[in-house]
């Protein structure tokens, strides 16, 4: 079971006042993570595609390369709250002097596939969210991604690729029911309740990795219950 001593936004937020390495690697790996939302919220505001994908690698390569994350506190304690901040005052104060540089002075902190993105977004976007909810919802919906893939590769790893691809829908309940249990089974060759517990146990450890997932985006362990409870409550919005 994964433990939450040390979250990533909790190591950027103790080195803020001091450049870190760690920090620095840290911060670098959750906007990795998570860039998508914050494109998706540049595209609302930005009509011009290309102006909308240099606005957000410009924004990245400021956030890393100049100690923006400095201004981060406890209070603004989620990850997800302070980077929409920071992106909403970015286009607001330095738009202008963003479109007149030379993107990242030709470096650029790591690559966004924005080809993949475009493809990503149009699955969860919706014309009548603001650009704030919208962001909400993809950010909720990459969260989930990082945590299905996690889960994927423990399988992986463990032999069980195939049935990891049979349990899955087992989830989000599609499939709970007895007939899903032994309709599984007859493909993995085990029983209905082997496929029940096997599921319950998919479940379980979904779960935990969702709450480390989560963890690592705020400050305090005590915030990640919030944190569920209000992306759940994004999602379920429509």
Request: with cysteine; proline share 3%.
């Amino acid at each position: 079971m994964d433990h939450f001593e040390s979250t990533q936004w909790s190591l950027v937020i103790a080195a803020a006042q001091r450049v870190s390495p760690e920090a620095q690697q840290a911060l670098s790996e959750l906007c990795r993570k998570y860039w998508l939302p914050l494109y998706g919220f540049v595209r609302r505001r930005v009509p011009d595609l290309h102006e909308a994908q240099d606005l957000t690698q410009e924004f990245f390569c400021r956030m890393l390369d100049r100690n923006l994350f400095a201004a981060a506190r406890p209070e603004r304690g989620r990850f997800r709250a302070f980077l929409l901040t920071s992106l909403k005052h970015f286009l607001a104060n330095e738009w202008e002097k963003a479109r007149a540089e030379k993107r990242g002075g030709g470096q650029v902190p790591f690559a966004l596939d924005f080809a993949d993105g475009e493809s990503r977004l149009s699955h969860v976007a919706s014309h009548n969210d603001t650009p704030e909810r919208q962001f909400d919802r993809q950010w909720a919906t990459a969260l989930l991604d990082q945590v299905l893939a996690r889960l994927r590769a423990e399988f992986r790893e463990a032999g069980k690729k195939t049935q990891f691809e049979q349990l899955k829908e087992f989830l989000a309940g599609g499939r709970d029911q007895p007939d899903g249990y032994a309709r599984a089974g007859e493909s993995l060759s085990m029983s209905a309740e082997a496929v029940k517990v096997a599921a319950h146990r998919m479940r379980q450890r979904y779960r935990e990795l969702l709450r480390n997932e989560i963890a690592q985006t705020v400050a305090q362990s005590g915030d990640v219950d919030d944190e569920i409870r209000d992306l759940f409550q994004i999602l379920a919005a429509r």
